[in-house]
């Protein structure tokens, strides 16, 4: 009888690994993974993606090249970050040159407690 049922629960865990198998292929759906890109434009994976393998997160010339719907080729990084809105060129008029001789800080002094041992005076100091 013990036999029996443990056969019985052998077999329903093998139908459930199995049904949840196929549900997990089903849903899982077909890959997006396209190496074939690489080939075509001549460039490795990593010119787009981040990782060296390709897939996952890509890099702003890969981001470039989606948004113009993947032309023939992958545009080159300054190209990149115009398609992507980035501003690549600078103005002088944002910056202002410090004046010289720039002044020298003053060195760091050590302030001695007085007329108190040093851990009454941390802890009757109130910060800065």
């Given at each position: 009888m013990k036999e029996r049922?443990?056969?019985?629960?052998t077999w329903w865990v093998?139908?459930?690994?199995?049904v949840l198998a196929?549900?997990?292929?089903?849903?899982a759906?077909?890959?997006?993974?396209?190496p074939e890109y690489a080939t075509n434009l001549g460039e490795p994976c990593a010119t787009c993606h981040i990782s060296p393998a390709g897939g996952?997160?890509?890099?702003?010339?890969?981001?470039a090249w989606v948004a113009e719907e993947k032309p023939g080729a992958v545009p080159l990084l300054e190209e990149a970050m115009q398609i992507l809105g980035v501003k690549t060129k600078i103005?002088?008029?944002?910056?202002?040159?410090?004046?010289?001789?720039?002044?020298?800080p003053e060195p760091m002094r050590r302030i001695e407690p007085q007329g108190k041992?040093?851990?009454?005076?941390?802890?009757?100091?109130d910060g800065n």
């Amino acid at each position: 009888m013990k036999e029996r049922k443990a056969r019985a629960s052998t077999w329903w865990v093998v139908v459930y690994m199995v049904v949840l198998a196929i549900v997990l292929l089903i849903v899982a759906g077909p890959s997006r993974a396209m190496p074939e890109y690489a080939t075509n434009l001549g460039e490795p994976c990593a010119t787009c993606h981040i990782s060296p393998a390709g897939g996952g997160l890509r890099t702003a010339r890969g981001q470039a090249w989606v948004a113009e719907e993947k032309p023939g080729a992958v545009p080159l990084l300054e190209e990149a970050m115009q398609i992507l809105g980035v501003k690549t060129k600078i103005n002088p008029g944002d910056y202002v040159a410090a004046p010289l001789p720039r002044p020298t800080p003053e060195p760091m002094r050590r302030i001695e407690p007085q007329g108190k041992n040093r851990h009454e005076w941390v802890s009757d100091y109130d910060g800065n």
